[in-house]
């Protein structure tokens, strides 16, 4: 079956440094995947979007890359914010239905002053 | 900005009892869902709906039904709760399908439901 795996412990980094979460995936070949940013007692927002003949995607301090071999997608934050600090989910297309997202469990963000 | 939003924040309800959760959104969004989030797991489909009147299962139905009677409100039904189902609810919207490029999901903040 499908799995997506994301770092189940938290991510300690300090502030102003560039923070990675990685999505790993198996079993599928997803045509994208996204990234959002959940709050404490709030919905994810969405963040990006990566297809799978993109390696990259920026925007503003965020980059996402996807790497379709080793079924992998890395998540950097430069110059990296208290603010920043959250739960990031990764969540994969599976293409043959429209409609469904497999999604990661997340990873928490801890941004130290 | 899209609206999503969700009637209840925080719910508790007794074992057997029928529960309603609602959902409704500004944007004219044409599809709609409802996932559950528990800790350690990735959100998890219920239901979802691509038109009035529409519904479709997603990957964990059992115990709960849906209703589209307007385009802006899709309803999560839990016929008789059972404490199994005491988790986070997220509704969220769309106007085109997960897997068009500019269509991400719109998240409401979520239904945190206690079955005693």
């Known amino acids: 079956s499908q799995k997506i795996e994301q770092n189940s412990e938290a991510l300690n980094i300090q502030e102003g440094k560039t923070a990675t979460l990685t999505c790993n995936y198996t079993n599928y070949s997803p045509a994208y995947l996204q990234w959002y940013r959940q709050d404490p007692g709030r919905g994810p927002v969405f963040l990006l979007l990566i297809r799978e003949n993109e390696k990259e995607k920026r925007k503003e301090r965020l980059k996402v890359t996807f790497d379709t071999t080793l079924k992998q997608s890395l998540f950097h934050i430069t110059a990296s914010q208290p603010a920043d600090s959250a739960t990031y989910l990764c969540a994969l297309d599976i293409s043959r239905s429209n409609y469904q997202l497999i999604w990661g469990a997340g990873t928490k963000l801890i941004i130290k002053p | 900005d899209v609206k999503v939003t969700q009637s209840s924040r925080y719910l508790v309800k007794r074992t057997g009892e029928k529960v309603f959760l609602e959902c409704v959104q500004d944007?004219?969004?044409?599809?709609m869902f409802w996932y559950r989030q528990d800790p350690g797991l990735g959100l998890r489909l219920i239901y979802f709906s691509y038109d009035v009147k529409m519904k479709e299962k997603g990957d964990i139905p059992e115990g709960y039904s849906v209703s589209r009677e307007k385009k802006e409100r899709f309803s999560l039904i839990l016929e008789s709760a059972s404490t199994n189902q005491t988790s986070m609810y997220l509704c969220?919207?769309?106007?085109?399908?997960?897997?068009?490029?500019?269509?991400?999901?719109?998240f409401g903040n979520g239904t945190r439901l206690t079955v005693t």
């Open positions: 944007m004219d969004h044409e599809n």
């Open positions: 969220a919207s769309s106007f085109e399908p997960p897997s068009s490029y500019n269509s991400p999901l719109h």
